[in-house]
């Protein structure tokens, strides 16, 4: 049984810069399951997800989110789409002038009119969700790493999204804050059926709670799939990515002149 | 020679580049005002930040202006045993001139640099972009309301300032070197025209004011998202605020009191 996408791409070619840095992307993100979007650093994984949210305007090729195409949406239709998106950013962004309740309380008290007991209940189940229900007067100086992308987490879901992003959750993260995100990523996604978007470069995490992943590399998909399947992957360059092998297609040096000639050994002119 | 006309060029193009996407932030923010329960308290706020704690800076630097102006002119009046006229003088120079560019000056210092490294700031912890993908609008949220607070404090600084610099002269002109007390308020009522004079000089910072809260929400909007972008983007907000309120100055007096 194929589920239905949520998110579609289709030959995506984005450049910055001068800098090509998607060539031709195609990918389906289902609906209600979590997708992970795999990489090496530096191939644009954020980029991505700024894409999808409309961040970022594509040099040509379609998006497609919830059926709506992104990319030629007017700005307002953009911002009542994004209600119904959720992105976690890398440094959870939260507002450093508000407190942990107001943080939370933000997009409701934005795009609702509700009054002021119903947020209350709101913003406290959110915050019971992430396991921060008692750090609701902190200010986010106050937080560790861990604890402030968990605030950001109950903040991107405060108003009940369709799809939510997370933009290298898991990235220095210590095991223990590690584990309760994975545990959070996959509770969430099973108890409000959400689509989850996870971009991410820690694979065995990853993997180990995402439905579905592809991995990009050099502007393309170059592997997609169930988890087994990609482990059983046939390509050189997907297998290099999973078992983190130093060489292999993607190169341990950096493109270079000719060695003999910068080190200024005879023989080395070119 | 060719690569210094195609530099020349570059340099050209970058810096037409950057007055568009200047204007058209500012057409964003100025026509994007948001409904008015939600802006107005944003606006109160920011109106506080950087209107009222820039209060203490100006009427210090407004009494001390004001009190030189005093000693200066008592030296240059008494020469010609004009000493009296030492209140017009006083008043003419702070409405026209002083109040408008010298308050322009440290708004630029005090409350741009602060205001462009906020929004610089809130860039580079990706405040804006989340705020962005939960479907609000910075430039309406946090753009909008910085800009209209500068615009509508500076005036009201500027006028503070001239009435500081006033007392402050008086100060010294009348209670320490002993100006008859009469002819420096008389002189000064006699000489200072409402329209020509303090509405010019209001008109003045008015555009200070505009300017130099855009040139800071532009350059925080528009940094480089790292520590080294956010300082540059400070320093350019003093330099190009200054340089603009000094060019305007001749530009507006020229127009105003050039009588051609």
């Known amino acids: 049984m194929e589920p239905s996408a949520y998110i579609t791409l289709k030959n995506v070619v984005f450049s910055r810069s001068g800098r090509r840095i998607f060539d031709g992307v195609t990918l389906d993100i289902p609906k209600g399951k979590i997708t992970a979007i795999m990489g090496p650093s530096g191939t644009g994984k954020t980029t991505l997800l700024r894409l999808i949210g409309g961040q970022l305007r594509p040099d040509s090729g379609q998006i497609q989110v919830a059926g709506l195409e992104v990319p030629k949406l007017k700005r307002r239709d953009l911002y009542r789409l994004r209600e119904k998106m959720g992105m976690l950013f890398q440094s959870g962004a939260l507002f450093t002038d508000l407190s942990v309740y107001e943080n939370v309380a933000f997009p409701l008290r934005v795009h609702t009119a509700l009054p002021e007991d119903m947020i209350r209940d709101i913003v406290l189940m959110k915050l019971e969700a992430v396991g921060l229900r008692g750090a609701r007067d902190l200010m986010p100086s106050e937080l560790s790493g861990g604890m402030t992308r968990r605030v950001a987490l109950a903040r991107s879901i405060a108003l009940d999204p369709e799809l939510i992003m997370y933009d290298e959750p898991f990235t220095g993260q210590d095991p223990i804050a590690m584990g309760v995100l994975v545990k959070l990523i996959r509770d969430l996604n099973s108890s409000m059926g959400l689509t989850s978007v996870l971009v991410s470069h820690d694979v065995p995490e990853s993997l180990s709670i995402c439905h579905y992943a592809c991995i990009i590399a050099d502007g393309k998909v170059i592997g997609e799939g169930t988890p087994e399947q990609l482990r059983e992957h046939p390509s050189e360059q997907v297998q290099q990515f999973l078992n983190g092998e130093p060489d292999g297609p993607v190169p341990f040096h950096y493109p270079s002149g000719d060695a003999a000639s910068d080190f200024g050994v005879a023989g080395g002119t070119v | ?260």
């Not at chain 2, 606006?43 to 203490?56: D, E, F, P």
């Not at chain 2, 008494?78 to 409405?95: H, N, P, R, W, Y």
């Not at chain 2, 910072?205 to 080294?228: K, L, M």
């Not at chain 2, 305007?248 to 009588?259: C, K, P």
């Open chain 2, 1 to 260: 020679m060719m690569n210094q006309i195609a530099a020349l060029g570059r340099i050209g193009i970058e810096t037409v580049a950057s007055f568009g996407r200047a204007s058209q932030f500012l057409a964003g923010v100025v026509f994007g005002v948001p409904r008015p329960s939600v802006g107005f308290p944003l606006l109160i706020r920011q109106l506080y930040a950087v209107g009222v704690l820039s209060l203490a800076i100006v009427v210090v630097s407004g009494l001390f202006i004001g009190m030189v102006l005093g000693l200066q002119g008592y030296t240059i009046l008494s020469d010609f045993g004009s000493e009296a006229a030492i209140g017009q003088m006083i008043a003419l120079t702070l409405v026209r001139e002083l109040a408008p560019v010298v308050t322009a000056l440290l708004f630029a210092g005090r409350a741009g640099s602060a205001l462009t490294a906020e929004i610089g700031l809130m860039k580079a912890t990706e405040q804006l972009s989340s705020m962005e993908m939960m479907g609000v609008d910075p430039l309406r949220r946090v753009i909008a309301p910085r800009l209209w607070a500068g615009f509508l404090a500076m005036p009201v600084l500027a006028m503070i300032f001239s009435v500081v610099g006033v007392l402050g002269g008086m100060l010294v002109g009348v209670e320490w070197l002993g100006v008859f007390e009469g002819s420096y308020w008389g002189n000064m009522q006699a000489s200072v025209d409402f329209v020509d004079d303090v509405v010019n000089g209001i008109i003045k910072s008015v555009v200070f004011g505009f300017v130099c809260a855009w040139i800071a929400v532009y350059q925080g909007y528009d940094c480089v998202p790292t520590s080294a972008g956010i300082s540059s983007a400070t320093t350019k907000t003093v330099v190009y605020s200054s340089l603009a309120v000094l060019g305007l100055d001749f530009v507006l007096t020229a127009v105003m009191f050039g009588n051609f």
